[in-house]
């Protein structure tokens, strides 16, 4: 029964059903019609003698009396020598005499004495109507049994339909299509499925999106603490008599970086749920800054980048110092990756107010301002031939945005296209 299509199941209970009121109505109108009738005429003599009863004194009762006559074919006579009427027998073959009720009854008159009534009613014989219902229920049946198909054909697609649309919806999710949207329509319980199932298909594409994004996040990241330590461990390997002390902590300041950023990557993907908390500290920003600068002049200088440093003062601000780092990274990352042909990058540090900006200046092609709103989403990037032959994955400023919101910043660019940009980011300094 379970593997039963849903069209076939409807079928078979709007058929049951049908049986049901039939098989009721057969009995009903044939086989108890007689008995049911009467039943029905006795209570109607019943009812008669009550009437009469209440009228006996009145000067109504000969109204009464004609009125049970006419209309219930109740006859009303003196008990003495009262003879039941003749009926004419319409055909002579037929021997059954028609049944009849016969009840007396005495009533009391004004003047105290008594008079004896006969009510007597005629059974009018049913055979005839048992067989022309019988005949009317063939039909009847015939009817039913269309109705009941075309009823059920009607119905189970009215409800099978939007159920089987749901399932090829929900096989194509299957599938991993977590665009699929489900059109559930008809009635309260599907558009209510279908509702569930939507929000169930976004959910699902969220999960997916984020497994994406971490995917590229880790990628992202460590490539440049791998290119530091890399290309140090190269030169160590090809000129060990130079192996400078500074050059070897390099290597081990980037492997920590590393390995903060690997411990760190699940919360940079839950940046975005909201999930990662801030490992906030107070810390010298602009030392911080320095070692970063430090850090990439080392890497780059061979390509014969300039990285230079405008600051006024020392500013000190709390607030996770890896995220920042990380933050000031890319967009250095991808200043140099865009500078000009003076291959110059300039990191200026400014104070104003409680409010500390940090601006990243490079003099290459700039972006156009059709491309400005857009840079700041995941996995943009203008369609250009860049210089580097690796590059990003179009997460690194979306990674500056998340957190720079995070720590309740402001963030921002101003560029020209053949002139350069100003990426900027400014943090209170609490
Ligand atoms: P990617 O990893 O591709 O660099 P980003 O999110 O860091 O991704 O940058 C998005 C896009 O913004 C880049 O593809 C690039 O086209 C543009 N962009 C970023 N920084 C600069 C810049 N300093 N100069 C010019 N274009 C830039």
Request: aromatic content about 8%; glycine content about 4%.
């Amino acid at each position: 029964m379970d593997k039963l299509k849903l069209q076939w199941k409807i079928f078979g209970f709007l058929f049951g059903f049908c049986a049901l009121l039939l098989v009721i109505l057969w009995i009903f109108q044939t086989v108890f019609l007689s008995d049911m009738y009467k039943f029905i005429r006795k209570v109607e003599i019943d009812k008669a003698i009550t009437l009469v009863e209440k009228n006996i004194n009145s000067t109504k009762l000969q109204d009464v009396l004609n009125e049970l006559e006419v209309t219930k074919e109740i006859i009303v006579r003196p008990t003495q020598g009262f003879a039941p009427p003749e009926r004419p027998i319409p055909d002579k073959r037929i021997r059954k005499q028609p049944e009849t009720i016969t009840k007396a009854k005495e009533f009391v008159l004004e003047d105290g004495s008594k008079i004896s009534l006969t009510f007597h009613a005629m059974i009018t014989p049913v055979d005839a109507t048992v067989s022309t219902l019988r005949m009317q229920l063939f039909v009847i049946t015939g009817i039913m049994v269309l109705l009941a198909t075309l009823l059920a054909i009607i119905i189970s697609k009215h409800i099978s339909k939007p159920i089987v649309q749901i399932n090829q919806s929900a096989k194509v999710l299957a599938m991993g299509n977590y665009e699929t949207k489900f059109n559930g329509r008809g009635f309260l319980e599907i558009k209510e499925l279908s509702d569930t199932l939507n929000t169930a298909a976004l959910e699902l594409s969220k999960v997916e999106q984020l497994r994406r994004e971490l995917m590229a996040n880790v990628s992202h990241d460590l490539r440049t603490p791998l290119a530091f330590i890399y290309s140090y461990a190269e030169m160590m390997h090809d000129f060990p008599q130079e192996v400078t002390s500074e050059q070897s902590q390099i290597i081990m300041d980037e492997a920590k970086r590393l390995t903060a950023l690997v411990n760190d990557m699940l919360d940079i993907s839950s940046l975005e749920t909201g999930i990662a908390k801030l490992n906030k500290v107070n810390y010298n920003l602009t030392e911080s800054l320095r070692k970063t600068i430090l850090r990439m002049k080392e890497l780059v200088k061979n390509d014969g980048y300039q990285l230079e440093l405008e600051n006024a003062e020392d500013v000190c601000i709390f607030a996770d110092e890896v995220k920042i780092t990380q933050a000031i990274y890319n967009l250095l990352f991808n200043a140099i990756t865009y500078s000009g042909d003076d291959k110059k990058v300039i990191v200026r540090q400014s104070v104003n107010g409680n409010v500390v900006r940090i601006e990243i200046i490079d003099h290459g092609e700039g972006i156009s301002k059709s491309d400005l709103p857009y840079i700041w989403e995941r996995y943009y990037k203008v369609d250009k031939k860049h210089k580097r032959p690796k590059m990003g994955t179009g997460i690194g400023l979306s990674i500056v945005k998340k957190i720079v919101e995070l720590h309740k910043g402001e963030y921002g660019v101003e560029s020209e296209v053949g002139k350069g940009s100003t990426f900027w980011f400014q943090l209170r300094i609490e």
